[in-house]
């Protein structure tokens, strides 16, 4: 099936997500109202986050569970939504209000009961998080209205069905599909613009679910693919993927196009942009996903394709490296055998106690007697250590950072490796551990924190 020809009975759509910095208050919300209204010839579906910060500052009535601290939140909420409410017109804001009121009163509500709660649930958690897109829909609603532009709100509970795991729920596609066949394909009909919330949704019992932190994104896959859209735009506060971290280097260009495996490493490799797995959906259907800034709007951004043959433009550029990520706060344990297991049961026995201890591992190097592998300082513990000098000798040293070069036919080009050894070389740099091949994309190694900068800035000007 052609992907980019219209359905029958679906409207060539554009979904347009728009992330918290981006409805963060009157003035970014109202950027948004003009990104939206250029994009009406095109069926816009607007999916919207919680206003920056609103997620962290729900889950915090769960954490602190004390009356005088709770007050305070639900007052700053309340003051910040007020502000971008009283931006509205009059009657617009007559219309919005009661019903961000009736919101309002139930998260009240819903407060009043956890602080009475001795232990507070994931199933309560997830409810307490749906305020922020709740919310923040009633307003960007509100805002286009005042505009003159069609829209109505759409609770994505009564669209996205999932199962019931809270806090990271999956989705039932086909009765979501259903659902938005039903509730949204109409109002597309009728030139109106749903905005729906993202992160939310709902199980087979209809209690309140989310999609996981960030899950969002992952709402615009789900609408995507439920109304075989043309593209998603996730509008952020950022210009897109860039060829290295601007701290770092100066000169840092945007990534114009990425393959969707490029952007996952990417991501994986220390580019926090969005992640990976909440596009996937779309980016199997072949539907591009955007990303572009909600502050410069006119600037192209990167686009993310699920195939990297469509991206024959680049083809022909010289060396084959999209981007230079790297990802610091990194251990390296190195574990010697103790010969007791015999030749096979090793290596086996060795993620069993890094699965048992629940620690994710990163890059691993192995040779007969040894395995070097990497983790996150942060899931460095005590008790995984003691596990592991049970069958083998244990090394431990903190202070790494992954850097990783990324790009698509960057594994058969031997001129990259020549690069890479050259710019260590000639900048004094040892590396510690070296993988490549595992993907064909990306070249990874692991060298001392203190040589990561000058790492980056030195293979930046190499590649770009
Ligand atoms: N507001 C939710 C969060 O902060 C979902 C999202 O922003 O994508 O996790
Ligand atoms: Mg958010």
Known sequence: MQPNLPREGF????????????VANTTAINQVVGIIRRTLPKNPVVITSALAHVTNLLLSIAEFRQKVAVEKILRDLKKRHWEVLRS??????AKIEPLLTEEFLELERLAARLLQKSNVTKKDLDLLASFGERFSSWLLTGAL?????????VDSRELVVTDSNFGAAEVD?????????????????????????????????????????????????????????????????????????????????????LSFQEAAELSYFGAKLLHPKTIHPAVAQNIPVRILNTF??????????????????????????MAIAYKKGITIMNISSLRMLGPYGFLEELFRIF???????????????????????????????????????????HGHVILSLVGTGLKNDPRVEAHIFEVFRLAKIPTEMISKGASSINFTCIIEEKFCEKAVRALHSKFF
């Open 355 to 397: 699965a048992a201890h629940r620690v994710p591992i990163d890059v691993v190097a192995t040779s007969e007697v040894s395995v070097s592998m990497t983790i996150e300082d942060k899931t460095y513990n005590a008790g995984l250590i003691g596990a592991l000098q049970k069958i083998g000798m244990v090394e431990v040293r």
């Open 88 to 93: 509205f017109k009059p009657h617009i804001q």
């Open 11 to 22: 409207f060539m759509s554009i979904i347009l997500k728009f992330g918290g910095t981006s």
């Open 145 to 153: 209205l005042s505009q003159k532009i069609p829209a109505q709100r």
């Open 173 to 257: 596609f086909e009765k979501t599909r259903r659902n938005f066949a039903r509730k949204i394909s109409p109002l597309l009909r009728r030139k109106i613009i749903p905005v729906i919330t993202g992160f939310i949704g709902r199980n087979h019992k209809g209690n309140t679910t989310t999609l996981g932190r960030g899950g969002s994104d992952y709402s615009a896959a789900i609408t995507a693919v439920c109304l075989h859209a043309k593209e998603i735009q996730i509008w952020k506060d950022i210009p897109g993927f860039m060829t290295a971290d601007p701290r770092v280097v100066k000169t840092a260009r945007i990534i114009p196009q």
């Open 296 to 321: 410069a709007p006119d600037n192209p951004g990167t686009i993310i394709y699920g195939k990297s043959s469509l991206r024959q433009a680049q083809a022909d550029k010289s060396l084959p490296v």
